[in-house]
């Protein structure tokens, strides 16, 4: 089946500081991307959603300017937590889908804010 | 509004023991996808089905449209399958409805 990467599989910032988290589809061009956070043991929640060369929808309460979603080409999107707090630390994953067809999940990101 | 419910809620079984996770949801859905997510986090799409069934190994997914519902059955369980399993479903738009996620234990 497809390949979704994401990079780092984890990390650990300082509060106050950015990071970026990568998501590249990697055997086929994905025209939309799915950024979700996960908290522990509960669901999924979509943060946005993000077409190539465009700009990323954002769910409600979600703050724009804190997550940073650039779609800059077919197979990769990143998310950059910007200023990050310690209430950000969580479980970031992405998905990718080609057209309708369906989605495929990256690996995770786990994030800690210390 | 979009509901999706998954039942059990946590599932522990004996190895070899055959295994049904359903779900179960509110309106009409253009497709429903089967997820497994280990312990380390990653989430591995299992199935995305419409109508009718699909089957991958051991593991078999249904679903139902009349009665809105959709089965995840696992034959032969094994140990390593001790994960999460959630289900999604496409209320028609872009985003994917979760449902809270059925644990399942397998022990030796």
């Known amino acids: 089946g497809a390949v979704v990467s994401q990079h780092p599989s984890w990390v650990i910032c300082k509060s106050g500081t950015s990071v970026k988290i990568e998501c590249r589809s990697l055997d086929f061009q994905a025209t939309t991307m799915f950024w979700y956070r996960q908290f522990p043991k509960q669901s999924l929640m979509l943060m946005a959603t993000s077409n190539e060369g465009s700009k990323a929808t954002y769910e409600q309460g979600v703050e724009k300017d804190k997550f940073l979603i650039n779609h800059a080409s077919l197979t990769l999107s990143t998310l950059t937590v910007t200023s990050a707090h310690p209430e950000d630390s969580s479980f970031y994953i992405c998905?990718?889908?080609?057209?309708?067809?369906?989605?495929?999940f990256g690996p995770g990101t786990r994030l800690t804010v210390t | 509004k979009n509901e999706v419910e998954q039942s059990p809620q946590n599932l522990t079984a004996q190895e070899g023991e055959f295994i049904t996770i359903n779900c179960s949801y509110s309106v009409g859905i253009s497709a429903l996808h089967w997820l497994q997510q280990h312990p380390g986090g990653g989430i591995v799409s299992l199935f995305m089905?419409?109508?009718g069934k699909k089957k991958h190994g051991r593991l078999i997914a249904t679903i139902n449209i009349q009665e809105k519902h959709s089965s995840l059955h696992i034959t032969a369980s094994h140990p390593r399958d001790s994960a999460v399993y959630i289900c999604?479903?496409?209320?028609?738009?872009?985003?994917?409805?979760f449902g809270t996620g059925t644990r399942l234990t397998i022990i030796p």
């Open positions: 998905s990718a889908r080609r057209g309708q067809g369906e989605q495929y």
């Open positions: 999604a479903a496409h209320f028609g738009n872009e985003k994917l409805t």
């Open positions: 089905l419409s109508s």
